[in-house]
């Protein structure tokens, strides 16, 4: 595994079907992979009609994308109707171009919960770096990226849609989890009249043993990426976990 990666988001508009949108994004997957980028993460249910049967037929051209540049791709969470019901998940294109697994949702929000099954899994990939995968809410409950970041993983990839009057405290959620866990996120949205953008990088830097959070947001459509070097947070996760003590 390289020790330095480069990770993006790419922040999506409302496109007029599904093919219009993954034309426009591939142009923009094409770009990110020519500069380099290793992992590349879409929003959650930014396509017109986000329920797709078989990933790899579906994003046929974001597979040979990534296959092309030997890019990791998340191209966001949608809804999927398994053998075991239907379920909200993240497929990961991996850089051979085929899908390497799926990450579940594993905290349906709101009306959703009547729709699908709830994921029971936080799981870890491995391409470039090791990473995880949280989807949207389940940001908003702390378990699921410190089991994440317990697990191995170095950088968390986090597919959301978030409505405009959520952005704030979404992005406190993101820079919290970077936080806690001493691991830093790229966290994509989709960009609307009712969705709110600004997708987020959060980096982390550290002052006189003080934690920083450094962050970077997106405007509109459009790629946003970081370089990030992987060891520089294995002393400060370490640290932060070894201080952890069990309490009743």
Same mark, same amino acid.
């Given at each position: ?12 508009? #409302? ?33 017109? $009609? ?10 046929? $051209? ?145 002052? $006189? ?6 962050? #970077? ?9 970081? #370089? ?5 947070? $294995? ?14």
């Amino acid at each position: 595994m390289a020790t330095t990666i480069k990770a993006g988001i790419i922040q999506t508009r #409302e496109y007029r079907d599904n093919q219009d949108g993954i034309y426009k994004v591939s142009r923009i997957l094409e770009d990110l992979g020519e500069k380099g980028v290793n992992i590349v993460c879409l929003p959650e249910q930014w396509l017109k $009609d986000n329920t797709v049967e078989n990933y790899e037929e579906y994003f046929t $051209d974001f597979c040979n994308i990534a296959k092309e540049f030997s890019m990791t791709i998340i191209p966001g969470a949608f809804y999927e109707r398994t053998k075991q019901g239907n379920v909200i998940s993240a497929p990961v294109i991996g850089p051979k171009g085929i899908v390497i697994g799926k990450q579940e949702k594993i905290h349906p929000f709101d009306y959703e919960q009547t729709l699908v099954e709830s994921g029971t899994e936080a799981k870890i990939f491995e391409t470039s770096c090791k990473f995880g995968i949280v989807i949207c809410y389940d940001m908003v409950f702390p378990r699921v990226a410190n089991i994440l970041a317990r697990k191995g993983a170095q950088i968390l990839i986090s597919p959301s849609r978030i409505v405009r009057r959520g952005i704030s405290p979404w992005h406190m959620y993101v820079q919290v989890r970077a936080l806690e866990n001493r691991t830093p996120i790229i966290a994509a949205n989709v960009s609307s009249k009712r969705y709110g953008g600004n997708g987020i990088i959060v980096d982390l830097i550290e002052n $006189d043993k003080v934690i920083l959070p450094d962050i #970077e947001q997106i405007k509109e459509e459009n790629a946003l990426y970081r #370089e990030f070097e992987l060891e520089k947070y $294995d002393p400060m996760r370490m640290k932060r976990f070894s201080d952890a003590r069990e309490f009743t």
